[in-house]
C-alpha cells in the first residue's frame, strides 16, 4: 500500500485508536518505556529513534541529552549518520543512472576519479563494484592515513600499491576512501560539488530540512548531539568533532535529525515515487555480493533473526526471522556516533536510530521493532536484563 506525501511537524508518538482498521502490531508503550529505559543507563548519552508503520511515521522520540549537562534530544536533533552516508551517495548514483547521465557499468576511470587500483584496477572496476565493495583490495584500505590527516585523493592514488586480495568484483571488502571516488563521479557528472548535488536531488525533494554534508553542516544546526565515547571503566568521555571522515563525504559525510532519516526511509520503501522510482530502488536495493563476515557477526549476536546477508549498492540486504522476509538496512560508526536504519520495503514498515555514544546496545532496537512488526517471541535484544514473560504482548 502507498501513502501520500506528507511533512509531520514537531514529530510525536502516534498510538492506535479504537476503530482503526488496521490492528496495531507495534506495542509503541513497550518500545518507549524500554528506550527510557535504555537511555536511562550512562553509556548512553543522547539516543532518537523513529518508527515507520505501514507508511505511516508512527512514532519519533528523543531519550537523553545532547550532552552531559545540556539540553534534551528532541526528534529535530541533528546527528552524524556516519556510514549510512554511503546509501544516500548510492542513491544519487541510481538517481543519476534512471535519467541515463551514466551507467552503474560504467568503469570508474571513466569520471576522472583519483582512485587507482592494483594492476590498473581502475579501468575495470565498475561504479557497481565501487559501490558494491567488490574492489579486491583489503577492508578499510588506508583508513588510517585518511585519520593521520592524509588528503583523500593522495590516498586513493596510493591504493595502486597495495597487492590485491581478489579479482575485482569477486569479493566483499569495506571501504571508505575508495569508495568516496563516488563523490567525484557525482561531481564529474552533475558539474557541481558533491553536496549541492545531493541536496538537489535527494534532501531538497524529500522534505529533509536539517540533513546537510560536512562538519559546518553539523555544528550550525539549531540542536545537535555533541560525541561521546566510553573506553573502560568511568562515564563516557566528550570528544571533538573532526574533520577525518567528512573529507570522505559520500563514505561518511552526512548530518542530519531522526525526523529527516524516516522520511528517507519512507522514500526508500517506494513511498515517494516522484523522487525514487521503483527502477532506482530495484537498482539500488537488488543484492549484488555476499557478505562472509557481516554474517557470521550477525549470526553471533542475533542468533540466527538474519540470515543471508548480501550487499547491495550502499545497502545491506537480509533475510529475516524463520519466514525470510526482506529487510534492507545499514549501520554506522564514526568515533562519538552511531546510526543505524532497517526496514521491509515489501510492508513499508522499520526503523531508524541515531545516539551520540560508542554503546552498541541502541542496535538492539532495530530488532526488538521489526520483532514486534513480524509479531515473533520477544527477545531482549537491547540487553536490559528483560525476561521473555515480561515482554511478551
Same mark, same amino acid.
Given at each position: 500500500?502507498?501513502?501520500?506525501?506528507?511533512?509531520?511537524?514537531?514529530?510525536?508518538?502516534?498510538?492506535?485508536?479504537?476503530?482503526?482498521?488496521?490492528?496495531?502490531?507495534?506495542?509503541?508503550?513497550?518500545?518507549?518505556?524500554?528506550?527510557?529505559?535504555?537511555?536511562?543507563?550512562?553509556?548512553?548519552?543522547?539516543?532518537?529513534?523513529?518508527?515507520?508503520?505501514?507508511?505511516?511515521?508512527?512514532?519519533?522520540?528523543?531519550?537523553?541529552?545532547?550532552?552531559?549537562?545540556?539540553?534534551?534530544?528532541?526528534?529535530?536533533?541533528?546527528?552524524?549518520?556516519?556510514?549510512?552516508?554511503?546509501?544516500?551517495?548510492?542513491?544519487?548514483?541510481?538517481?543519476?543512472?534512471?535519467?541515463?547521465?551514466?551507467?552503474?557499468?560504467?568503469?570508474?576511470?571513466?569520471? *576522472?576519479?583519483?582512485?587507482?587500483?592494483?594492476?590498473?584496477?581502475?579501468?575495470?572496476?565498475?561504479?557497481?563494484?565501487?559501490?558494491?565493495?567488490?574492489?579486491?583490495?583489503?577492508?578499510?584500505?588506508?583508513?588510517?592515513?585518511?585519520?593521520?590527516?592524509?588528503?583523500?585523493?593522495?590516498?586513493?592514488?596510493?591504493?595502486?600499491? +597495495?597487492?590485491?586480495?581478489?579479482?575485482?568484483?569477486?569479493?566483499?571488502?569495506?571501504?571508505?576512501?575508495?569508495?568516496?571516488?563516488?563523490?567525484?563521479?557525482?561531481?564529474?557528472?552533475?558539474?557541481?560539488?558533491?553536496?549541492?548535488?545531493?541536496?538537489?536531488?535527494?534532501?531538497?525533494?524529500?522534505?529533509?530540512?536539517?540533513?546537510?554534508?560536512?562538519?559546518?553542516?553539523?555544528?550550525?544546526?539549531?540542536?545537535?548531539?555533541?560525541?561521546?565515547?566510553?573506553?573502560?571503566?568511568?562515564?563516557?568521555?566528550?570528544?571533538?568533532?573532526?574533520?577525518?571522515?567528512?573529507?570522505?563525504?559520500?563514505?561518511?559525510?552526512?548530518?542530519?535529525?531522526?525526523?529527516?532519516?524516516?522520511?528517507?526511509?519512507?522514500?526508500?520503501?517506494?513511498?515517494?515515487?516522484?523522487?525514487?522510482?521503483?527502477?532506482? +530502488?530495484?537498482?539500488?536495493?537488488?543484492?549484488?555480493?555476499?557478505?562472509?563476515?557481516?554474517?557470521?557477526?550477525?549470526?553471533?549476536?542475533?542468533?540466527?533473526?538474519?540470515?543471508?546477508?548480501?550487499?547491495?549498492?550502499?545497502?545491506?540486504?537480509?533475510?529475516?526471522?524463520?519466514?525470510?522476509?526482506?529487510?534492507?538496512?545499514?549501520?554506522?560508526?564514526?568515533?562519538?556516533?552511531?546510526?543505524?536504519?532497517?526496514?521491509?520495503?515489501?510492508?513499508?514498515?522499520?526503523?531508524?536510530?541515531?545516539?551520540?555514544?560508542?554503546?552498541?546496545?541502541?542496535?538492539?532496537?532495530?530488532?526488538?521493532?521489526?520483532?514486534?512488526?513480524?509479531?515473533?517471541?520477544? *527477545?531482549?535484544?537491547?540487553? +536490559?536484563?528483560?525476561?521473555?514473560?515480561?515482554?511478551? *504482548?
Amino acid at each position: 500500500m502507498r501513502f501520500p506525501r506528507f511533512v509531520i511537524p514537531c514529530l510525536m508518538v502516534l498510538l492506535a485508536v479504537p476503530g482503526n482498521a488496521v490492528a496495531q502490531i507495534i506495542d509503541y508503550g513497550r518500545l518507549d518505556a524500554r528506550l527510557t529505559q535504555l537511555a536511562a543507563d550512562e553509556e548512553i548519552v543522547g539516543l532518537s529513534v523513529a518508527v515507520i508503520d505501514r507508511g505511516e511515521l508512527s512514532f519519533a522520540k528523543g531519550y537523553g541529552v545532547t550532552e552531559i549537562g545540556g539540553e534534551p534530544v528532541t526528534a529535530e536533533t541533528v546527528f552524524r549518520w556516519a556510514s549510512l552516508s554511503k546509501g544516500v551517495a548510492a542513491t544519487e548514483i541510481a538517481i543519476l543512472a534512471t535519467q541515463a547521465r551514466l551507467n552503474i557499468s560504467d568503469p570508474v576511470s571513466k569520471f *576522472h576519479t583519483s582512485l587507482r587500483l592494483p594492476e590498473g584496477g581502475e579501468t575495470r572496476a565498475t561504479l557497481e563494484d565501487v559501490l558494491s565493495h567488490r574492489l579486491g583490495i583489503l577492508p578499510n584500505a588506508y583508513d588510517t592515513r585518511l585519520e593521520d590527516g592524509w588528503d583523500p585523493a593522495k590516498i586513493r592514488n596510493s591504493l595502486k600499491s +597495495l597487492k590485491p586480495i581478489c579479482p575485482i568484483g569477486d569479493c566483499h571488502t569495506y571501504q571508505n576512501v575508495a569508495y568516496d571516488s563516488i563523490a567525484e563521479v557525482i561531481e564529474n557528472v552533475t558539474q557541481s560539488r558533491y553536496a549541492d548535488a545531493v541536496d538537489a536531488a535527494i534532501f531538497k525533494p524529500i522534505g529533509m530540512v536539517t540533513a546537510s554534508i560536512g562538519r559546518s553542516g553539523l555544528e550550525n544546526s539549531a540542536s545537535w548531539a555533541r560525541p561521546y565515547s566510553k573506553r573502560g571503566s568511568g562515564p563516557p568521555r566528550k570528544k571533538i568533532v573532526n574533520d577525518d571522515y567528512y573529507r570522505v563525504p559520500a563514505a561518511g559525510g552526512v548530518n542530519g535529525s531522526i525526523r529527516d532519516l524516516a522520511l528517507y526511509a519512507r522514500a526508500h520503501m517506494g513511498l515517494l515515487p516522484d523522487v525514487l522510482s521503483d527502477t532506482t +530502488l530495484e537498482l539500488l536495493q537488488t543484492p549484488r555480493i555476499y557478505t562472509r563476515r557481516e554474517q557470521a557477526s550477525m549470526s553471533s549476536r542475533y542468533r540466527g533473526t538474519v540470515r543471508d546477508a548480501r550487499y547491495a549498492l550502499g545497502w545491506r540486504v537480509y533475510k529475516y526471522g524463520e519466514a525470510g522476509n526482506r529487510v534492507v538496512g545499514h549501520r554506522g560508526a564514526v568515533e562519538g556516533y552511531r546510526s543505524y536504519i532497517l526496514f521491509d520495503p515489501d510492508r513499508d514498515t522499520g526503523v531508524v536510530i541515531l545516539w551520540n555514544s560508542s554503546s552498541r546496545r541502541p542496535n538492539g532496537i532495530g530488532f526488538e521493532v521489526m520483532d514486534m512488526a513480524y509479531n515473533l517471541p520477544f *527477545h531482549d535484544w537491547m540487553d +536490559l536484563g528483560t525476561s521473555a514473560s515480561a515482554g511478551t *504482548h
